[in-house]
């Protein structure tokens, strides 16, 4: 089990998050975050005054997934946060030890598992 996490431009969320949802990858979580990498910074006037721009606004976008899923994220993410130019953002995979599903218990893999209309279906 792995933690796949991105730092990605904005306008590029629905691009990213329509590549993992064709992945097969529907868990995942969004925040807003704030960053400087090897974009050059950037001077912009507010009422009258100059302000270098230092950090930009990114999004992080997070989710584990089993083995499997591992490089289909990391193809997904690409495809879909790829413009080509400074600042399209970073990839970090990080190992996960557990995994626990609060509302049922379910633990590891199990708890990846995306839950599906039959499994909600009581027997």
């Known amino acids: 089990m792995k933690l796949v996490t991105a730092v990605i431009r904005p306008e590029r969320v629905q691009q990213v998050k329509e590549a993992l949802f064709q992945a097969g990858i529907s868990g995942i979580t969004l ?57 399209d953002g970073k990839i970090f995979v990080q190992p996960l030890e557990q995994v626990v599903r609060i509302r049922t218990g379910e633990r590891d893999n199990a708890a990846l598992t995306p839950v599906t209309e039959t499994r909600l279906t009581p027997a």
Request: hydrophobic letters at 40%.
């Open 31 to 87: 925040g807003r975050v704030s960053g400087h990498g090897g974009e050059q910074e950037v001077v912009e006037h507010y009422r009258g005054t100059r302000v270098m721009v230092e950090f930009r606004d990114k999004v992080e976008v997070r989710m584990a997934v089993s083995e499997p899923f591992v490089q289909a994220a990391i193809d997904a993410i690409c495809l879909g946060a790829r413009t080509g130019e400074v600042g």
